[in-house]
């Protein structure tokens, strides 16, 4: 069987920005007990294997073609992008996914830091975080960080591995997140178990975020 592959194999690059993702990571979430840690390495393992695959050996493209066909599926040749390779659209198929991942991406981000941010004010308050994005989920970090990845690994550049690992970050990071809120409960008591049930863990109920941004615009206009 006879392979096509386009990639760049740009090992430099992926070097930079698994350094980039790993340092925002770390810098953001700075993880403190044996627990974070090990959350943290899944996604350093996540990072890693993400922008190994993007920008040096297409490894999940290989894979399928060599074990399932996927060469003989579609009428393009394959790229490294496995939406360009099944779609069967060619290059749209990654723009496409590029587009909407990196979207999501920086929606992540944002309220990745944003929720630091608000949970860093809050310590130096000696309070329960409860306000802004808090209002909406009891996690944004956490949830800031699921969307970032979903948009990188499984929408913009879906690879075995970072499919793979998205549901395990999600049920580690949930664990964490119960194991954090118990220590709340412990030093706040009953204001935290109220907060608790008042707010979710990482999903806003519908029309939160409807009622979120209204109030923005109007702190702001």
Known sequence: MKEHFSHSGAWGLAIIFMVVASWLLYRYLAPKTWREWATAGIVQAFIIALYAEMY??????????????????TPYDLSAN?????????????????LLGYILLFIGIGIFIQGWRELYRSHLDDRIAATGLYKLVRHPQYTGLFIGLFGEGVIHWPTLFSVGLFPVIIFTYFLLARNEEQRMVDRHGDAYRTYQQQVPMFLPRLGQWRQFIERSGERHG
């Open 82 to 98: 496995l939406w360009s390779s099944l779609v069967g659209i060619g290059e749209t198929g990654m723009l496409v996914s590029m």
């Open 56 to 73: 040096g050996f297409p490894l999940t493209i290989y894979l399928l073609a060599r074990f399932f066909g996927l060469d003989r599926n």
